[in-house]
């Protein structure tokens, strides 16, 4: 099983959904502010606002939230964010990327090379580790949305790259730079996503034993805890019988 997916069930299931369901909303917040910052605050002009707004619907970030984000972008007592993207390696050889908003480079970066370092990881220079990764926008949808078939028929007619289905849903991948328009054309077929990110997908994983695979888990939690990293990608596999010993830690 892909090794941040695992960690989330993991995470959820230990009782820290409702905390990281808050966290993910200001995260969230965040982006939306940024985006309208840094063009017209009309989605309908802004590509990036307008994706900043789909992810947030989807992940049922409330109206008002939204609406009061773009406010603060539009009234400028908003502090200056930059983007900024880290990458180092977890134990086993893991590569890890995390991606932030700063508002302070020396704050956020000393505060990711610690979490690296206190949980037996190296935080790399930038590109140590996307070359290992493709980034693309993924679109999930839940299993009510239509059959495997209908599904994949609708990725392809609005220009997405796959779809694939299995128990638990349907995700549809596309280019980064297409996602906005797939998802639009998506949402006229088969109505609003269940969520949608644009994500560093890994082209290449590294199996992990138990000790390393806990280990990689925690430094993720880590560097999600951090106020200013907006999300967290890493390229390990667990097997599922590894999986079923920490759900049941």
Known sequence: MAGHSAYKNIMHKKGRKDAARAKMFAKLAREITVAAKSGMPDPDKNPRLRLAIQAARAEN???????????K????????YEAIRYEGY??????????????????????????????????????????????VGEIAYRQAAGSADVVLEAAIEAGADDATSDASGHIVTCAFDSLGTVVAALEAKL?????????????????????????????????????DVQ?????????????KKLTAA
């Open 61 to 71: 970030l409330p109206k008002d939230n939204i609406e009061r984000a773009i406010k």
């Open 73 to 80: 972008a539009i009234g400028g007592d908003t502090e200056s």
């Open 90 to 135: 977890a134990p086993g050889g893991v590569a890890v990327i995390a991606e932030a908003l700063t508002d302070n480079r020396n704050r956020t970066g000393g505060a990711v090379r610690a979490v690296f370092t206190k949980h037996g990881g190296n935080l790399g220079s930038t590109g140590s580790v996307a070359h290992m990764f493709t980034h």
């Open 191 to 227: 109505g609003e996503a269940d969520s949608i990110k644009a994500v560093w997908k890994p082209t290449l994983t590294t199996s992990v034993d138990e000790a390393n695979a806990e280990a990689i888990m925690k430094l993720i939690a880590g560097l999600e805890d951090d106020d």
């Open 231 to 243: 999300n967290v990608y890493a390229n390990f596999e667990v097997s599922e019988d590894i999986l």
